[in-house]
């Protein structure tokens, strides 16, 4: 079975520009979130997908983010224009809808971005 | 408010040293779960335990053993006789029901150096 898989894995992008990270999690994942690591600190919630319907975007820091997952199968986070506070490593997770799995997450390797 | 504080950064040990990781939650949920997770090298986040807070009993698996306290909220990971393979970051975490589903919070994570 194919893990969650994360693209790209390092982006270098100058402010102002934009970038798109993508996710695909683990078939027949109907639970996906978005998290986001800055600079060795914790792991924040930015949102969170049931299939293709927003369950919970508290954690989104502003209308620069935009998160999509249309058809309720690969996931785009969208940064633009990017600033410098947006760098850190981005992390995709996945999880079955119900049952005893539900709250474990299988996390992809993340995607590093830095804005210079 | 929910909270997970791991207050040890940086954690270096010799090889088959026993280390223990801390992990303190603030929760006000009186049924929520309690994770580990490792981040190896690769990057992806790997779950390693996970106990719901009605079950305190502590639990053992191999070298790894968990310690759940609720009186202190406390929910700490050891690793008796570490190997260098034991290097990663560790991650504690939280996860509370709410109407949408779980939704997990986590540690600032330890980083653990094991050293032959």
């Known amino acids: 079975e194919a893990g969650v898989t994360q693209f790209p894995s390092h982006s270098v992008i100058e402010k102002g520009q934009t970038v798109t990270l993508r996710c695909d999690p683990i078939?027949?994942?109907?639970?996906l979130y978005w998290y986001r690591r800055v600079m060795g600190k914790e792991i924040k919630f930015l949102l969170h997908?049931?299939?293709?319907?927003?369950?919970?975007e508290s954690g989104m820091p502003n209308n620069r983010f935009l998160a999509e997952r249309t058809g309720g199968t690969y996931s785009t986070l969208k940064v633009q224009p990017a600033e410098l506070e947006d760098s850190g490593v981005y992390f995709c997770a996945s999880s079955q809808y119900r049952g005893s799995g539900a709250n474990v997450l299988t996390f992809g390797a993340g995607s590093r971005l830095t804005v210079l | 408010a929910q909270k997970v504080t791991q207050a040890q950064t940086e954690i270096s040990v010799v090889e088959k040293e026993d280390v223990t990781l801390d992990c303190v939650y603030e929760t006000r949920d009186t049924t929520y779960y309690l994770f580990w997770y490792k981040q190896p090298p690769s990057g992806e986040l790997v779950f390693l335990i996970r106990r719901n807070s009605f079950d305190e009993q502590n639990e053992i698996s191999g070298r790894y053993s968990w310690n759940f306290q609720k009186s202190t909220s406390s929910f700490n990971f050891t690793i008796t006789a570490s190997q260098v393979v034991d290097s990663a970051v560790y991650f504690c975490?939280?996860?509370?029901?709410?109407?949408?589903?779980?939704?997990?919070?986590f540690g600032a994570g330890t980083r653990l150096f094991v050293k032959a």
């Open positions: 997908f049931v299939k293709e319907s927003k369950q919970d």
């Open positions: 975490a939280l996860s509370e029901v709410n109407t949408g589903g779980f939704k997990t919070i």
């Open positions: 078939s027949g994942h109907d639970n």
